[in-house]
Structures are given as C-alpha cells and as structure tokens.
C-alpha cells in the first residue's frame, strides 16, 4: 500500500513541474474572508465517488500538501471540502490560501484524464489610523505565473470615477464607501519564475 501510494505522489509531483498541453489552468481571484470553488475538470465521466481524485496544494514558497486522497480530506482544515464531481471548496479565504492548487484522477498510480491547475490570487483590504489621516491598502497576491492583476480604487458607488493613487478629500466620515478595483491586464504567462507575486496600491485620505 505504501509503495503504490510513493508512485501516485511521485508521479503527480513530477506532474507538478512540468507544464503540458493537457492541463486546464484557470486564475480565480477572490478576497479575504469569501468563499472559493476550484473545479476539477479533467475530462473523466466516472469519478468514483473521487476516490482516484488527488488535489495537492503549492504554496509561493514551493511547498507542497496534500489536501484531498482516496476519497477523504487530509489536511487539517475545516475550511476545506470536496464537493460530488470533485470540486474543492475553500470557505473563509486567509491570505495563506494563496497559491497553486492541482487535480488529478489516477488509476493504478496513473494519470487519467487531464490534470487541472487553478493559481488562486487573494485580494486584501486593510486601513492603517494616524492621528489626522487614513492609509487604505489594497493588494493582490498570487502563484507566480506572470502579473496579471492591477489594482485602481473607486469612490462610492460611481463607477467612473476612478480616484488616483496620490487622491486625497479633505474629509472622510463613515458613509464615504471605498472600494478596490482588480483587472486582469495581461494574458501572458512565465511559468520558469518561482517567487510570490504581489500587487497594491495605498490610498491616504485627510
């Protein structure tokens, strides 16, 4: 049992640092606190109840995890559960959540089907107090695979007006309503770079 477990992890670890054409990627974004589904798309009808499906976790530092074998949830998180088709979900999102997330289906230690990679960015918002002033923050963290994320900040509920970063008002009361804006602004990819990847904006309101 132990040697044909060594040949599914060994095989879906080599599955990790080689990029195939048979891999469906996706880069969901989501902030702090929400919730996140990461399908498990691999073109396989019978999943067996998912018994045969592995979804395994790298983090920006390349550390890796198993979160879901033979069919039950091996990291210890209650955040974590696997839906009927092998989806996983992610409740309540924290900012360690950022990073690549890895389906595949095995049978008999191999890979059938196609192996599916979600690279999970994270959207944070956090205000620093000063005596007179605000300092909003907003960032966008994510496996790197290239930047692809901007950030730009919106004041109320109007959506053209698009506030700078350098923007200041002269007062800030409780029913201003700030937001942050992400947009992808590229679709190329860089998948020989390894470190964390990370992009914000602050905003400081007097």
């Known amino acids: 049992m132990d040697q044909i ?8 670890l080599m599955l990790l640092v080689q990029f195939t054409a ?41 550390e890796g995890l198993t979160l879901f074998e033979h069919g039950q949830i091996q990291a210890k998180s209650d955040r974590l559960s696997v839906t009927e ?8 999102i924290k900012h360690d959540d950022v990073g690549r997330y890895d389906c595949g289906h095995f049978r008999s230690g191999k890979l059938h089907g196609e192996d599916t990679v979600a690279a999970l960015y994270v959207v944070n918002m956090s205000e620093q107090k000063d005596d007179d002033s605000v300092t909003l923050v907003c960032s966008v963290s994510g496996y790197a695979f290239g930047c692809f994320h901007t950030v730009s900040w919106r004041y109320g509920d109007d959506a053209t ?40 904006m602050k905003m400081k309101v007097q």
Request: hydrophobic share 30%.
């Open 161 to 200: 007006a698009t506030i700078s970063p350098t923007a200041n008002e002269s007062a800030l009361t409780t029913a201003n309503k700030w937001t942050a804006e992400e947009t992808n602004n590229t679709t190329s990819e860089n998948n020989n770079r390894t470190k964390p990847e990370e992009t914000g």
């Open 85 to 92: 088709n092998c989806s996983l979900v992610i409740k309540n």
């Open 5 to 12: 477990r060594w040949i599914i992890m060994s095989s879906f």
């Open 22 to 62: 048979a891999r469906t990627f996706s880069y969901p974004i989501v902030k702090v606190g929400d919730d996140v589904t990461l399908s498990c798309d691999n073109g396989m009808d019978d999943q067996d109840q998912c018994e045969g499906v592995i979804w395994f976790f790298v983090n920006p530092g390349n």
